[in-house]
């Protein structure tokens, strides 16, 4: 029950109350006794004022449990939502390094493979991955296939050094090095899109 609710009733009596005794004294011309025995015929009166005193008071209980519980509500979606932004964070630091990872093998043209402390960087991001993404086998096999390849690719740049253009060495870093191109461009942010955006809808459902 709203509090306007409450105070229209609680007006309500007070009226009924004064409209009584108005009554009384306009009807017995002050005679005590006999507006004392009339009113005791009216003894239910007391019984509804106690009657409606006792629902004023249990829908306050009501309305208070009520707010309660709201609140109890809100702070828990409070909680839920920090969770969800903490896990947020993780995960777009798994992405950053994982375009981190991808421009190393694309743009380390002074070396024969890409440095031991680049790869173990990427493969720390991989290890949180299987935490942060647990389940998503399909992110998870992307990132496995970024560093196998990555390996391939400094096989064939090893292979096609000081060989022709169109040699079938030279073919496969090539094609290997667009792949990379392209998952710098799009294809490593199109794979991470479903964890990392925030619809409303979906925002509502990972809290519910």
């Known amino acids: 029950m ?10 309500l ?6 409209a009584y005794w108005i009554v009384i004294r306009c009807s017995f011309n ?17 019984t509804l004022f106690t009657g409606l005193a006792f629902v ?3 829908a306050t209980l009501i309305q208070q449990s009520q707010e309660i519980q709201e609140t109890k509500r809100d702070a828990e979606d409070d909680r839920r939502l920090r969770l969800m932004l903490n896990l947020y964070d993780k995960r777009f630091r798994v992405y950053q390094a994982t375009l981190i990872f991808i421009s190393n093998v694309i743009f380390d ?24 993404f647990a389940g998503e086998t399909d992110l998870l096999n992307y990132l496995d296939e ?9 096989i064939w740049r090893s292979q096609a050094k000081g060989k022709g253009v ?3 060495e030279s073919k496969q870093r ?35």
């Not at 970024?146 to 400094?154: G, H, P």
Request: proline letters at 2%; charged letters at 25%.
């Open 2 to 11: 709203k509090k306007n609710s409450i105070i229209k009733w609680c007006l």
């Open 13 to 18: 009596v007070f009226i009924v109350w004064a």
């Open 30 to 46: 002050g005679d005590i006794g006999k507006s004392g025995q009339f009113g005791d015929t009216f003894g239910a009166l007391n």
């Open 56 to 58: 004023v008071v249990l």
């Open 109 to 132: 043209l002074g070396s024969e493979s890409i440095g031991q402390e680049q790869m173990a960087r990427f493969d720390t991001a991989r290890d949180e991955a299987y935490f942060l």
């Open 146 to 154: 970024l560093r196998e390849k990555s390996k391939d690719y400094a």
């Open 166 to 168: 169109g040699s079938e």
């Open 174 to 208: 090539d094609k290997i090095n667009e792949w990379f191109y392209s998952q710098l461009h799009r294809g490593a942010k199109a794979k991470f899109v479903p964890y990392l955006s925030f619809p409303e809808a979906g925002t509502r459902k990972a809290l519910d």
